[in-house]
């Protein structure tokens, strides 16, 4: 089955720097990358999306690039602010065989004021 | 839409009762995810059902768990006995259906086992 590999696990910035996280997945056959913010209390939230026919999308400050011969996939922030801090998590989902989002492990970021 | 709706938020058990966990999807949505949130293990998925009928069962950990769905607005998934290490957040999800669409997560049933 799938599996998807998230790192860093933890990542401190300063307000207004980029943050990146990047995920890898195992099965080639996947084709679907969203990307999920979870609040403290909250249950995940999806914030951005990205199909295997596009390489790159981006939404005002987040930005997600996909690279399908490496199998990985990367969630950019930038002019990050505190509100920012949450626990991110990637996921990944194929066509065939269990079709239910695989998670990374997620990263808790964290945005100094 | 008021979103996702799952009950309890919070549950406190003893070891050995039953639990039952509650979910109502989006009016629409033809799938329904149960998944198991702890720091060890992430986001795990248990079981989900695609027009009430589960699909995919094989992350439910044990015979003590079991999920119904019987109409297209409610699931239930129930351990039974409990045990102190059924510990966790227990989030229910629904999407339109296709595979490639992103889930709508309610906000969890956070589980105490004692």
């Known amino acids: 089955g799938e599996n998807v590999e998230q790192h860093p696990s933890t990542l401190s910035v300063q307000e207004g720097d980029s943050a990146v996280i990047k995920c890898t997945y195992s099965?080639?056959?996947?084709?679907?990358f969203p990307w999920y913010k979870q609040e403290l209390g909250k249950g995940p939230q999806l914030i951005i999306d990205?199909?295997?026919?596009?390489g790159e999308k981006k939404d005002q400050r987040i930005a997600v690039t996909l690279n399908k011969t490496a199998k990985h996939f990367s969630l950019h922030i930038t002019e990050t602010q505190p509100e920012d801090s949450a626990v991110y998590f990637c996921?990944?989902?194929?066509?065939?065989?269990?079709?239910?989002?695989?998670f990374g492990s997620g990263t808790r970021l964290q945005v100094q004021p | 839409d008021a979103g996702v709706i799952q009950s309890p938020r919070h549950e406190v058990t003893e070891m050995g009762q039953e639990v039952t966990l509650r979910c109502k999807p989006i009016?629409?949505?033809?799938?329904l995810f149960w998944y198991r949130q702890t720091m060890m293990r992430g986001l795990e998925l248990l079981i989900y059902f695609n027009n009430n009928v589960p699909i995919d069962d094989s992350g439910m950990p044990e015979d003590r768990f079991s999920a119904k769905m019987p109409n297209a607005s409610f699931s239930t998934l129930k351990i039974q006995p409990s045990e102190p290490r059924d510990s966790a957040v227990y989030f229910c999800?629904?999407?339109?259906?296709?595979?490639?669409?992103?889930?709508?997560f309610g906000s969890g049933t956070r589980l105490t086992v004692v």
């Open positions: 099965d080639s056959a996947s084709n679907y």
């Open positions: 009016s629409g949505h033809n799938s």
């Open positions: 990205i199909r295997s026919n596009v």
């Open positions: 999800a629904s999407n339109l259906g296709d595979y490639n669409y992103g889930y709508t």
């Open positions: 996921a990944a989902i194929a066509n065939t065989g269990r079709r239910a989002l695989t």
